[in-house]
């Protein structure tokens, strides 16, 4: 046979595999590549949030929690998002730090995803699946690992996505096209509705997509009641629609397990429980990454709706979540995406869609009949396709898990966590097997709980110590004067030291030590014990 003719034999085969729907194109090989290396960066970030470790405890009683945060004993505490915590338990218990940093790749990955459907969905522009890399530019410092807020950011892509498809398109050229829950189905509405009874279950982040409902309401009725008046305005079918999914969504947030103390935890000050699921007060600094993320994406906004009428359904909520973010940074992580849709539905208009043609099925198509002009272009038709695939393989190839799949060895502790935590010191301490109670740097203790059950002075959830305690932990951290007399008044039996951030503490002890002596010693920790209550 010819080289001719097995040419045309593996043409004609290639033909026959694959279909023209896989003949993919430029920005879809942009796009696989864009996921597979966000994949590998979520994949290779440190299982080192305070968060994650803390929700690896979840699944011990109160009583356990008791014995190993006796100083949290009488606080008043609610349990919130405890089916998130307890998924994340779960997944530590079965497969350890290795899961956790796995399932963290995966579930930020899918809710990526969906963000890059709804940004095609909205604008309709090839390109727009590109914007995911923008959200996480936007908010990767707070992208930093597998927490019950994980699940809380795949509900909320979810509900978007949801939303999204009720998008009514508009013929004129200056005016973003609006919501149209009026003429959602039922099957879509009840979705929406079973979403929130999961997300509150998941996480308290829940109070965010009740607020974009909220936002939702109020832009309907500011647009209809200075054209209707304000009777046309309540009566208004979309209006109503919009109310009935807000205070449906709301009932759907009381089946948990904590009903309606849920709500009735959300007036608690200064220790509200949503708001510390949310990240607390911690005000942006505008001059900050955080900072500088918002005022361009706003900018953004602004230079696009140059000469058009933008629809409030697309700048109330990102405007209400500018300033959750300029209270508390972390925010940051449902404004991005939430922003980057508004700003693909703002620039999206018919008279752009003219000039930028809808993504429909019909493209492959058109595509087809133009390949089929050239052999040249018959020939490299799939060329985009193989080079997703090697993107694909890539991917795999240089993830954390290739190894194991291929028979490998997997990573070992310190480098899933990284050199942040005492792993030599927690050694050591677990080794002896006579603490009673340690005094930790509160990022350390929620891990050094996972690992050795030790019971520490306070951990990453201050809401759970009253302030006195709070504020003798800050005495001891600081090393101030009178370190040891309040060691000695909680009887404290170890104090773990981070050399490099308790400088004044490592002094302080090298000065007096008293009935302190070191136990163990290396370049990052020191590991005191209390002579006194080892006697």
């Not at 149209?180 to 979705?191: C, E, G, M, P, V």
């Not at 090697?390 to 502790?413: D, I, N, Q, T, Y």
Request: aromatic residues 10%; glycine residues 6%; hydrophobic residues 45%.
């Amino acid at each position: 046979m010819s080289s001719g003719q097995l040419t045309a034999g593996a043409k004609y085969q290639l033909q026959a595999t694959l279909p023209e729907n896989f003949a993919l194109r430029s920005h879809h090989a942009a796009t696989v590549g864009a996921f597979v290396v966000l994949f590998l960066y979520f994949g290779y970030l440190p299982v080192t949030n305070p968060s994650t470790w803390d929700a690896a405890l979840s699944e011990q009683s109160g009583s356990q929690v008791t014995q190993l945060l006796p100083l949290s004993e009488g606080i008043r505490h609610i349990e919130i998002g405890a089916a998130g915590k307890r998924l994340i338990a779960m997944l530590h218990s079965w497969g350890g730090s290795e899961m956790l940093s796995l399932s963290f790749a995966v579930l930020q990955t899918m809710t990526l995803a969906i963000w890059a459907a709804i940004f095609l969905r909205l604008s309709d522009r090839r390109w727009a699946a590109m914007g995911v890399v923008v959200v996480v530019v936007a908010s990767f410092p707070f992208l930093n690992g597998l927490t019950a807020a994980t699940f809380g950011q795949l509900v909320f892509a979810a509900l978007a996505y949801c939303l999204s498809r009720t998008r009514a398109r508009t013929e004129a050229p200056t005016i973003a096209s609006d919501l149209k829950l009026s003429s959602a189905s039922y099957r879509l509405r009840a979705t929406m509705v079973v979403l929130f009874c999961v997300w509150a279950n998941l996480h308290g982040s829940f109070v965010v997509g009740l607020g974009w409902l909220g936002t939702l309401v109020a832009a309907r009725f500011l647009t209809t009641v200075g054209s209707n008046g304000l009777r046309e305005s309540l009566f208004d079918e979309e209006f109503k629609s919009r109310v009935w999914l807000l205070e449906l969504a709301t009932l759907a947030t009381l089946l948990t397990p904590s009903g309606v103390q849920l709500w009735a935890a959300m007036c608690w000050w200064p220790d509200n429980p949503v708001l510390q699921e949310l990240g607390g007060i911690a005000p942006t600094v505008m001059t900050s990454w955080i900072g500088v993320s918002v005022l361009l994406l706003w900018a953004s906004v602004a230079i696009g709706t140059r000469n058009r009428n933008v629809n409030l359904a697309w700048l109330l909520p990102p405007a209400l979540l500018t300033v959750a973010t300029g209270f508390s940074s972390p925010m940051i992580v449902w404004f991005a995406p939430l922003m980057m849709a508004s700003i693909f539905a703002v620039l999206r208009n018919s008279e752009n869609d003219a000039k930028h043609p809808s993504i429909t099925p019909d493209e492959n198509c058109d595509d087809k009949s133009a390949g089929q002009v050239g052999q040249k272009n018959e020939t490299l038709r799939f060329g985009f396709t193989l080079l997703a695939g090697l993107l694909l393989w890539f991917g795999f190839a240089f993830s954390p898990w290739a190894s194991v799949l291929l028979g490998g060895k997997s990573r070992s502790e310190t480098q899933l966590t990284g050199s942040q935590y005492p792993h030599e010191a927690v050694s050591n301490l677990t080794s002896h097997g006579d603490h009673q109670l340690l005094f930790c740097p509160a990022e350390w203790s929620d891990w050094i709980q996972a690992q050795s059950a030790t019971p520490v002075f306070v951990n990453s959830d201050t809401s759970r110590f009253p302030s006195s305690v709070q504020s003798d932990y800050s005495l001891i951290y600081r090393g101030e004067n009178n370190w040891k007399s309040v060691a000695e008044k909680y009887a404290l039996s170890h104090i773990l030291i981070d050399r490099q951030q308790q400088k004044q503490l490592v002094r302080r002890f090298r000065q007096t030590p008293g009935d302190w002596r070191i136990q163990y010693e290396d370049k990052d920790t020191i590991l005191l014990v209390s002579e006194a209550t080892q006697s």
